[in-house]
């Protein structure tokens, strides 16, 4: 039973440098694959140790076998110097072994303090002490510095701050081993610097912390080693300090990162959207053009009103005010029904939420928006259904057995390629990427980002929304800023500096995230 | 991805074929038990019998695996058959012509099914509660309009067709394919039938990619509710009366055999020819245990056993994969 803020934060009693988990020929292998061939790695206690690699290079499998979530196939996990089976997860919490996810795995619907107790409550006699949680969770958030309630209902929070929640909850437990999977991935950059303070000071408590993420700068800003998986085998670990991006890049997809943001320019042609003044929910005054051949990227924190822009031209939302045009003519767009027709596509933020039916097949998802073309007035064709999901499958590589297998047995990656190619044989003019690479590796987003070009040469329009500064500034032609639903500045290709695009989206320091709380 | 992943993964695409013949062969091994254990099982008699019992739960199936397929449930379909069964008994006893008295009542079923699309699209009802609560008004306006008496139905021509066979089978069955062919095709082969599934695998996904999700529900309850009208309509003409209180419970029958045969609650999982074999077991388990004079009760317990052991295994297999 917890009783005070005191016992939730122990004393840091793991002497630093010290190894506290070793693998030892650690392996895992399913039916017809080699997930993880033999690992031998010692993680030291105080350590942020970062894990880089491409999907499906082994890291999933790797948090599993260390959270008990599966049983290896051979090899030796040793805790402090102990054998250890680590068969079900909770063996793994019982020795202090946790993981924050990617995707916030917690009760929703409960309150912020109900989900930091969960499994762990504080009762007296049976009876909850529901006041006493909420001001001991409330002493424990404050503590971290994250300026949040205890008392709300988690769903009510924006999905970066459920992230921080989750991190918080896991200090919370005795925790000496924490895996961070991908967890700034839908954190905004204030939310993201929360984190690593809250990251560096469990370090300080002498806490190993296990960090995997696709983005570069945040290894190099965090960790003091990094350990590179490629195809389950273990390339390599390197002190962070005698390293960097263009080693790391190439030991991940033996590669050059040149070869990553291929960027090609094409004269741009003639008007495909504009919009005009265009108001709506989440956003006011936004005017821009986009042109046949160019990309238009979309920088700003989330909620800064790019998605609701696009949604909104979309069809998704109705628009408050303002004009939309389309190739020159005033449209009005109603429905997601209607922008289709016009001819724009969406890859929405979210492929699990909004971009793919995950219990179907691949095929199937593939043709959704082009069965009205491949079906006669009954009955569709089933060779063009064939011939259609084969060219996608094989134009954009996508790594499934057949087109038969279902999307969720794919890897993240292959699955965004889904999200994008279902729009490829539907032949739109504008096509439409919201986050196109998040939780995507290097190798897949060199392979989007050419087909960003193939688009552009058969005289499409992009426009391309990311959080990620880097991607946008590289790839766009014209990149508009937006800050608290607003199109606060706009530059040509590489006319402003990194540092000039991240002050304008986000403003004076003092400022808060407007909407955001 | 190795050439061994690729092996694994290919039984997967005939799944649903698999799990049929699977279905199909536990129906023919029952009526192989069944005949050696009880003489009269194998009389043409029984069999016309059996297949009369199966037909109209049959065809409500099909009409509950549309809507199940969505990610719904429709509850109505029991009630929906009684109260056609008044709608044809009136109009027939009114003098109506028995063509006008069939079209109507089907389009009583359509307008029932209009209604719940309409309750779950423009007032965000779950489909659970919409659809039960016309359960309970439909059997309350059926019961005022008869006075809670039963109509005998004055038409000998009416009644007839239920009872005679067509090429040695009972008519009934026949409307089994009448309704069971073109399902077929619109759930498989058209792109109405894709875009059930793909509203009840994500909704939100279907509605970016251009698919009208709100056409689509309120298709899947019309079609539920059509075929409900349709068994009330064949219903009425077996036992020659009207009466609102008729097909108690066989919504969950319904509900029964489309989860037998192999339809996921959770949507987006199913087939036609799934839930037809699905009924056809469940009437052949109540007609073999009345002819072996099984208790009644045991009945109810020996279906609710072979739910559980039927998804049990359905499920363990797809997860196996």
């Known amino acids: 039973m917890i009783s005070t803020a005191q016992e939730l934060h122990p004393a840091p009693v793991l002497e630093p440098g010290r190894t506290i988990l070793e693998l030892r020929g650690l392996e895992k292998r399913y039916p017809g694959t080699h997930a993880l061939k033999p690992v031998n790695l010692a993680f030291k206690s105080g350590e942020i140790h970062a894990i880089v690699g491409e999907n499906g290079a082994g890291k999933s499998t790797l948090i599993k076998l260390l959270t008990g979530v599966m049983p290896r196939t051979s090899g030796e996990i040793i805790w402090e110097g102990q054998p250890a089976a680590l068969a079900t997860p909770h063996e793994a919490m019982a020795l202090g072994i946790n993981a924050v996810h990617q995707e916030v795995v917690l009760c929703r619907h409960l309150t912020v303090a109900a989900n930091m107790f969960l499994g762990e409550e504080n009762s007296r006699f049976g009876i909850l002490q529901q006041r006493a949680m909420v001001r001991q969770a409330q002493t424990i958030i404050d503590d971290l510095g994250f300026d949040l309630p205890a008392h709300v209902t988690l769903g009510d929070l924006t999905i970066g701050q459920q992230q921080l929640i989750a991190a918080a909850r896991a200090t919370v437990r005795g925790t000496k081993f924490l895996i961070f999977d991908e967890p700034t991935a839908y954190l905004t950059r204030k939310e993201a610097d929360q984190l690593f303070t809250l990251i560096r000071r469990l370090k300080g408590e002498g806490v190993t912390i296990i960090y995997i993420s696709h983005r570069m700068e945040e290894v190099f800003e965090l960790a003091d080693r990094v350990s590179v998986l490629r195809d389950g085998t273990l390339v390599g670990t390197r002190n962070i300090a005698e390293t960097n991006d263009a080693e790391l890049v190439k030991m991940m997809i033996n590669r050059s990162i040149e070869q990553v943001y291929h960027k090609e320019h094409f004269t741009p042609g003639a008007a495909i959207l504009e919009a005009r003044s265009l108001s709506g929910k989440g956003f006011e005054n936004v005017s821009m053009t986009v042109r046949a051949g160019e990309i238009v990227g979309l920088y700003g924190l989330i909620g800064a009103g790019r998605s609701e822009f696009v949604t909104t031209v979309y069809g998704r939302h109705r628009k408050s005010a303002g004009q939309i045009l389309w190739e020159g003519k005033e449209v009005q767009v109603n429905s997601e029904h209607d922008a289709i027709r016009l001819g724009m596509a969406l890859a929405p933020e979210s492929r699990r939420d909004q971009g793919l039916c995950l219990n179907l097949p691949v095929g199937f998802n593939l043709n959704l928006p082009i069965y009205k073309r491949i079906s006669n007035n009954l009955l569709i064709s089933n060779t063009q259904e064939k011939t259609q999901a084969d060219r996608q499958i094989a134009d954009l590589r996508i790594k499934t057995p057949t087109r038969g297998a279902l999307v969720s047995s794919l890897s993240g990656g292959n699955q965004q390629k889904i999200v994008i190619g279902k729009w490829l044989a539907h032949g739109a003019k504008l096509f439409i990427f919201d986050e196109p690479t998040v939780g995507v590796d290097v190798g897949t987003k060199a392979e989007i980002y050419r087909l960003f070009g193939a688009l552009l040469s058969k005289g499409a329009g992009i426009i391309l929304i990311s959080s990620y500064l880097p991607e946008v500034y590289e790839l766009a032609d014209t990149l508009h800023v937006f800050r608290r639903g607003k199109l606060v500045a706009t530059h040509g290709f590489h006319a402003a500096s990194h540092e000039d695009i991240l002050t304008q989206a986000l403003a004076e320091k003092q400022e808060k995230l407007g909407g955001q709380i | ?321």
């Open chain 2, 1 to 321: 991805m190795s050439t061994e992943a690729i092996a694994v993964e290919k039984p997967k695409r005939n799944y649903n074929v698999l799990f049929g013949l699977t279905l199909l062969a536990l129906l023919v091994l029952l009526w192989i038990v069944l005949s050696v254990a009880t003489p009269s099982f194998a009389s043409g008699n029984n069999i016309a019998n059996l297949l009369r019992q199966g037909s109209m739960i049959a065809i409500m199936a099909v009409g509950q695996t549309f809507v199940i397929i969505t990610g719904g449930i429709d509850l109505s379909v029991g009630a929906v058959v009684g109260f056609a069964t008044v709608v044809v008994a009136m109009m027939i006893n009114a003098g109506f012509p028995i063509w006008l008295a069939i079209l109507a009542t089907l389009l009583v079923g359509v307008a029932i099914g209009m209604f719940h699309g309409f309750g779950i699209v423009k007032m965000g009802l779950p489909p659970f509660i919409i659809t039960l609560a016309t359960l309970t008004s439909l059997r309350g306006i059926g019961l005022l309009m008869t006075n809670g008496n039963s109509i005998n139905i004055k038409s000998d021509t009416f009644t007839a067709f239920s009872r005679s066979s067509f090429v040695g089978i009972p008519n009934l069955f026949w409307m089994v394919i009448l309704v069971g062919v073109p399902a077929y095709i619109f759930l498989h082969h058209s792109r109405w039938g894709r875009y059930l599934f793909s509203v009840g695998s994500n909704a939100e996904a279907s509605r970016l990619s251009g698919v009208n999700v709100q056409r689509t529900i309120y298709m899947a309850y019309t079609l539920s509710g059509l075929c409900a009208a349709f068994v009330g309509v064949l219903l009425a003409a077996r036992i020659g009366i009207g009466n609102p209180t008729q097909a108690e419970g066989w919504e969950l029958q319904a509900i029964a055999s489309s989860v037998i045969g192999g339809t996921s609650l959770f949507g987006a999982v199913g087939s036609v020819h799934g839930p037809l074999l699905g009924a056809f077991i469940l009437a052949t388990i109540n007609n073999g245990a009345n002819l072996l004079n099984v208790n009644s009760f045991w009945q109810r317990i020996i279906t609710g056993a072979l739910i559980i052991i039927i998804v049990y295994f359905d499920g363990l297999r797809r997860r196996g994969k």
